[in-house]
């Protein structure tokens, strides 16, 4: 089983549309969570991190915590062109030195929004 | 406040030869995070380093090294290069490289390495 795991993609949505990206961990002491986007031929870029259970909004992005269920989602409202890209869903432990600075990364899940 | 840097942008090696990229984090951060993303394997974590110490590896073969010198400032090596090392190296800075809040890792725009 894969430490970080995204539901497969691609996906494409319409312009304006709702995204909905998926994550779930294996590691139950996993303590941070984080939402990266990239652009093709760019470096990831943080859009979002979580740290407790429930909901985050940030403008059109929402992300989704449940520890029990070892579950991260990322929402994005009014979807634009311009969201399109790879999302990728990362955790950090909490486990001492094997967690110092170590992001685990799902595979990432490519989003198209077309006009 | 500027963001994490990394030099060169680009790199073209051939295989059996060595290669040392920089990465200058966020001024204040003082972990900073190296990784390597590929097609195939996608990011994988090499190793993390604060105040000048290695604190945690990933599963990588020893020719990857680095160091951090003590204004927070990383190094990474690769010796004896192969085909399959041809990938986008990544850093990242951190306040201390922790979970919880405020210690989110920001990414610099990465090194292309190329190796023939």
């Known amino acids: 089983q894969k430490e970080v795991e995204q539901n497969s993609g691609p996906l494409s949505v319409p312009e304006g549309a709702i995204a909905s990206l998926n994550c779930t961990y294996s590691d139950r002491v996993s303590q941070s969570f984080f939402w990266y986007r990239q652009y093709s031929g760019k470096s990831p870029e943080l859009i979002m991190s979580?740290?407790?259970?429930g909901d985050k909004e940030d403008g059109r992005f929402t992300a989704q915590l449940n520890k029990a269920s070892q579950y991260v989602s990322l929402l994005i409202r009014d979807s634009q062109p311009s969201d399109s890209a790879t999302y990728l869903c990362?955790?950090?432990?909490?486990?001492?030195?094997?967690?110092?600075?170590?992001?685990?990364f799902g595979q990432g899940t490519i989003l198209t929004v077309h006009p | 406040k500027a963001g994490v840097t990394q030099t060169p942008r680009y790199l073209i090696k051939t295989r059996g030869q060595q290669v040392t990229l920089s990465c200058s984090p966020i001024s204040g951060h003082r972990s900073v995070s190296w990784y390597q993303q590929t097609p195939g394997q996608g990011l994988q974590f090499l190793f993390e380093?604060?105040?000048?110490?290695?604190?945690n590896k990933g599963n990588f073969p020893g020719r990857f090294s680095g160091r951090q010198f003590s204004n927070s400032r990383s190094e990474m090596n690769v010796s004896t290069l192969e085909l399959g090392d041809s990938a986008l190296y990544l850093c990242?800075?951190?306040?201390?490289?922790?979970?919880?809040?405020?210690?989110?890792?920001?990414f610099g725009p990465g090194t292309r390495l190329t190796v023939l």
């Open positions: 380093y604060f105040s000048e110490t290695q604190r």
């Open positions: 990242a800075s951190s306040l201390e490289g922790l979970a919880g809040i405020y210690n989110e890792q920001f």
């Open positions: 979580i740290y407790s259970n």
């Open positions: 990362a955790v950090i432990g909490n486990a001492g030195g094997t967690s110092y600075g170590k992001l685990t």
